[in-house]
């Protein structure tokens, strides 16, 4: 019987010492991995309504949105609408009274399409960005003279003001641009899936189609129309909330030390 | 070695997406700057074009006849014009057309002198019929007019010293050449 159990000891010690044989890892690998969210994000621009509110001139929204592809690319976009009066007056010459030459009101929609590329690493647990982005953008609109006056440096049959136009409430529809916007932004996280945003752009004007008696000179979303120049700058300032709807863990390179 | 080249590439990634962004940075802030000032603030682009009429001898049409002491006054605004000296000899003068309206009379005054109520000189009434057109010109000018001469009418007196008017160039829309010559 006492041989019975020695045997059986004996069988176990041989189990024991198998288990063993796998050495103990002194340097554990982090595994812990943070999953960042992944989904759509949405928002408003924030200076469009309030340069409507404090502007009585001007009224615009725009709706800003992006879905994320991969680790630093995002597929985004904007939708926008704006109107815009403005009232042109006579700069160089040095008059008591303001000579007025006209007065003409943009009003239209557009639609930017392009990618946003993040530059900055995140430390653990953040989702802030720094990106660059590329954008194709168009633009429908139409413009309407409000009335006019007519330049006229000889005064004599008008000494006061200019004399009036003929062409007030004249409405020309159907204008289109494109253009190409490069630009310039932030992002950053305030509350969860909660984000404040800024943006700079430059836009390439690529297409124009204007009236032939009276150019376009303010595009909704390219903003003013340089005379001689393709270039228009602008800007927003969003606030976005993210839909998340996966997770995935930012790929980490296998160490080369692992490799032997 | 191997731990260097491990961490090499991804400080590099991250110096390039910075360098990018600095660059587009610097390029939007130097467009911001040019384009606060800009020509469109200035209007240099056209204006709205005088009527140019030259004097010519009745007697010999191709050449030009100074007229002795012009004046010129817009009826409807008493004032001599003002783009020439006054009761100076001159054989071509510029003058405005009224804008709003589709016709402009000239009182066209040979050896003017007196006061204003007492003209001593030759007065000649001149009239132009045109149409108008309004013209964009730039943002900073905004329209200016051209205008389409169609007749000329001179008011029959006992006296006229203009003998004939020939519309030369009836599309005005620029100041280069003449429009209208006058024979005396």
Request: charged content about 20%; glycine content about 8%; hydrophobic content about 35%.
């Amino acid at each position: 019987m006492l041989r019975y159990f020695t045997s059986i000891l004996l069988f176990l010690g041989l189990f024991t010492a198998q288990a063993q044989s796998k050495s103990i890892d002194l340097q554990p690998k982090d595994t812990i991995s943070y999953k960042q969210p992944y989904g759509l994000r949405a928002g408003i621009d924030l200076s469009r309504p309030a340069l409507s509110f404090f502007n009585s001139d001007y009224t615009g929204l725009e709706i800003v949105a992006d879905y994320r592809l991969t680790q630093s690319l995002y597929l985004a976009g904007e939708i926008g609408n704006e109107k815009k009066t403005f009232q042109e007056e006579l700069s160089n010459v040095v008059t008591a009274n303001t000579s007025p030459l006209y007065n003409f009101t943009v009003s239209g929609s557009y639609i930017k399409l392009g990618v946003d590329y993040n530059t900055y690493e995140n430390w653990y647990g953040m989702n802030n960005s720094i990106f660059i982005g590329g954008r194709y953008a168009f633009s429908t609109f139409n413009q309407t003279i409000n009335d006019n006056f007519i330049y006229n440096s000889n005064r004599y049959w008008n000494p006061d003001q200019f004399a009036n136009g003929t062409l007030s409430n004249i409405e020309y529809g159907g204008l289109s641009a494109s253009w190409l916007e490069f630009l310039v932004g932030i992002k950053a996280e305030l509350f969860a899936n909660i984000y404040l945003g800024a943006s700079v752009r430059i836009g390439f004007l690529v297409s124009n189609t204007e009236d032939d008696n009276f150019p376009n000179l303010w595009i909704p979303g390219f903003n003013k129309i340089t005379d001689g120049s393709n270039f228009g700058v602008g800007y927003n300032y969003s606030i976005s909330y993210l839909v998340p709807l996966y997770r995935k863990a930012k790929k980490i390179k296998p160490p080369a030390t692992s490799v032997k | 070695m191997r731990r260097m080249s491990f961490k090499f590439p991804r400080l590099r990634l991250s110096m390039s997406g910075i360098r990018l962004s600095s660059i587009g940075l610097i390029f939007l802030i130097g467009l911001l700057a040019i384009s606060s000032c800009e020509k469109d603030d200035i209007c240099v682009d056209g204006d709205t074009p005088l009527l140019i009429i030259r004097f010519y001898n009745a007697a010999d049409s191709t050449a030009l006849k100074s007229v002795a002491s012009l004046r010129i006054i817009g009826i409807g605004n008493g004032e001599p014009v003002d783009t020439f000296t006054d009761r100076s000899s001159t054989d071509s003068v510029a003058v405005p057309l009224r804008i709003n309206e589709i016709s402009t009379q000239f009182q066209i005054i040979l050896n003017s002198d007196g006061d204003d109520d007492a003209e001593t000189g030759n007065i000649d009434t001149l009239q132009f019929n045109y149409e108008t057109n309004e013209v964009f010109i730039s943002r900073a000018c905004g329209f200016v007019a051209n205008y389409e001469i169609e007749t000329d009418t001179l008011t029959v007196d006992t006296d006229n010293w203009i003998q004939g008017i020939e519309i030369t160039n009836p599309s005005v829309t620029s100041q280069d050449s003449a429009h209208v010559k006058i024979f005396h």
